[in-house]
């Protein structure tokens, strides 16, 4: 279990610049959740119940923890300097990307109609993509879920986005090339629930959410890739499953 929150507090602490003093303050927390998971223990719940009350105390240990956790962020010339180092990452990938697109305009597709000019949206898409997953990296704590949930839904939708587009202009599968937008909105609502949010009924309302989103696009893909007009019991298989599930959890608890 010691294990389970190490790499807890190594995901909270993600956004921090490495320093033995942030090394001292992970263990010392790690130490402080072991205690509340074993007074949980003792208190009659399960582990995975322990462990969520254990994880769901960091909240107050963010405040109690306050001063230390606002020493160890980054010092204004590394803020200075990450800022200069991504500024000219940015220059170099969109000299790259004109780079890419003049040498197809002129030279592979030269006097062809081809969409050339896509090369702008998808490489300012992927260019969002990365932008996100590197401000998510650098996130502050006291910012972190909420950084984490903007890049992740912000990722899924923008990948799903380029998909659709992708398959809409070089496949014309504009139809149901659109599904893809719901897959994104789907696998942001699980990835959100599983990663970040740490109340229970929360991550079971996402986790659903997203699950329920899943069923109604295998319907439709059935439905309209493979014309099988019965993908509905689709959610009779849900249904069933989630009876079933209810019912060891139910059971299991009894025992």
């Known amino acids: 279990m010691i294990r389970r929150f190490r ?19 992970k263990e010392e927390l790690t130490a402080v959740l072991m205690d509340k998971y074993n007074e949980g223990l003792k208190e009659g719940l399960g582990e995975l119940d322990a462990y969520s009350q254990a994880v769901n105390s960091m909240a107050d240990l963010r405040v109690q923890y306050k001063e230390q956790m606002d020493a160890l962020q980054f010092t204004k010339t590394e803020v ?19 780079i890419v697109f003049l040498v197809l305009q002129l030279l592979v597709f030269k006097g062809q109609n081809k969409p050339v000019w896509l090369i702008w949206p998808f490489g300012a898409l992927v260019y969002v993509i990365a932008f996100l997953l590197y401000v998510n990296f650098n996130a502050k704590l006291s910012k972190g879920n909420i ?16 998909i659709f587009l992708a398959l809409g202009f070089f496949a014309d599968l504009w139809h149901p090339a659109w599904l893809m937008m719901l897959v994104g909105i789907a696998v942001a609502c699980i990835l959100n629930g599983v990663l970040t949010v740490s109340n229970k009924i929360a991550k079971i309302v996402l986790i659903a959410a997203g699950g329920i989103l899943c069923a109604v696009i295998i319907h439709l893909g059935l439905l309209f890739i493979f014309k099988i007009s019965e993908g509905w019991l689709i959610y009779l298989l849900i249904a069933f499953a989630a009876l079933a599930g209810l019912s060891f959890l139910l059971t299991k608890k009894k025992k």
């Open 7 to 25: 790499s807890f507090l190594d995901r909270e602490f993600s956004g921090y610049p490495e320093s033995q003093q942030l090394s001292d303050l």
């Open 80 to 98: 200075v300097k990450k800022t200069g180092n991504l500024f000219v990452s940015s220059l170099w990938y969109f000299l790259g990307l004109t």
């Open 147 to 162: 950084t984490k949930t903007l890049t992740i839904y912000g990722v899924s939708v923008i990948s799903a986005l380029i």
